[in-house]
């Protein structure tokens, strides 16, 4: 049996009383998340994941990319980045009109959330378990100037929002990737976790590409990419890209996948993206794919297709190349 969460502690000592009517708004909850604490009927789920979102929804929640009118109470997961948790709350306060909770691990930052709100508006004392904090604070607008601003562009002319990977600058993994991609890459190209669409940019040089998909899980992201990436042969997807089907299977995929799931690592998830490649591919397609070098995902991709090579790199990440996927369980 699990350990109570943070959540569970707080309202069964009654350090946290919902209210007895309204609904809940729940912030960016990651999926495996205890939320059995709260009524599911009265919760509204907020995210712009969507495996997170599929996870909550399968439990029977409802679900929104955003919040939908006012809110009894609201509870924030924090994220890892600060800018964004920051945004989060300023969004559950101005939403909200009673109690904001927010919960987060130290390595989320939890403890800098707090000292700020302190100095902001009257916050609870917060209860401390499993090496993260959870406090409440009454709505108000003082977290205003927390708000996320419009997108702000970036070398090359792109535009990102806080939060998403690689805000601040052209990942160098994605650009090396770029950088050696062939001329040829068929005409019906993905991109599997296309974040805000770098690599797909760079990939529509090609004038032989007829269709480029980007495949991405985070809205906020994709929602970039869509100003990024302008042209008509590109088509957006939010979606698990280890879960995506295209219509007709692929000439080539190109990927620099993530390798955390929240705040810890899980190369797994580079290994489902590989399986993923395989799946949507056609007999005679091909995968492209950056890594970090420390990452062990050679061992799959000749599991997954018959031909495999490095095609170079540098001392802090390889590119790898892999032919005629294998037609078996992936």
Request: include cysteine; glycine fraction near 10%.
């Amino acid at each position: 049996m699990s350990a109570p969460s943070r959540l569970s502690l707080a309202l069964d000592s009654g350090d946290v009383t919902l209210p007895e009517a309204g609904r809940i708004a729940v912030f960016a909850p990651r999926a495996g998340m205890d939320l059995s604490a709260l009524p599911a009927d009265l919760c509204h789920v907020i995210t712009t994941f969507k495996p997170d979102r599929d996870h909550f929804a399968g439990q029977g929640f409802t679900c929104g990319k955003e919040p939908e009118g006012r809110y009894a109470a609201a509870l924030v997961c924090l994220p890892r980045a600060k800018a964004l948790g920051q945004a989060l709350v300023a969004e559950a306060a101005s939403v909200t009109d009673g109690p904001v909770i927010v919960d987060g691990a130290k390595t989320d930052g939890v403890e800098s959330i707090l000292k700020a709100c302190r100095k902001r508006t009257d916050v609870s004392p917060a209860l401390s378990k499993a090496h993260g904090k959870l406090f409440h604070f009454p709505a108000s607008p003082a977290f205003e100037d927390w708000a996320l601003g419009a997108p702000s562009e970036i070398e090359g002319g792109f535009v990102t929002v806080p939060g998403i990977f690689s805000a601040d600058g052209i990942d160098p993994a994605s650009a090396l990737l770029a950088d050696h991609l062939p001329e040829k890459l068929g005409k019906r190209v993905a991109d599997l976790g296309a974040g805000w669409g770098y690599l797909s940019a760079r990939a529509l040089s090609r004038e032989s590409i007829e269709e480029m998909h980007l495949v991405e899980a985070d809205f906020a992201a994709l929602d970039c990419a869509r100003r990024n990436v302008l042209d008509p042969r590109a088509h957006l997807h939010w979606e698990d890209a280890t879960r995506w089907q295209p219509d007709e299977p692929l000439d080539t995929v190109i990927t620099n996948p993530p390798f955390h799931t929240g705040r810890n690592p899980d190369p797994g998830l580079g290994l489902d993206f590989i399986r993923a490649a395989a799946r949507v591919l056609s007999p005679r397609g091909q995968l492209f794919l950056v890594a970090n070098r420390h990452l062990p995902y050679e061992s799959e991709m000749a599991r997954q297709f018959g031909e495999v090579k490095e095609m170079g790199g540098d001392n802090r990440f390889k590119l790898l190349h892999g032919a005629r996927p294998a037609r078996r369980p992936g």
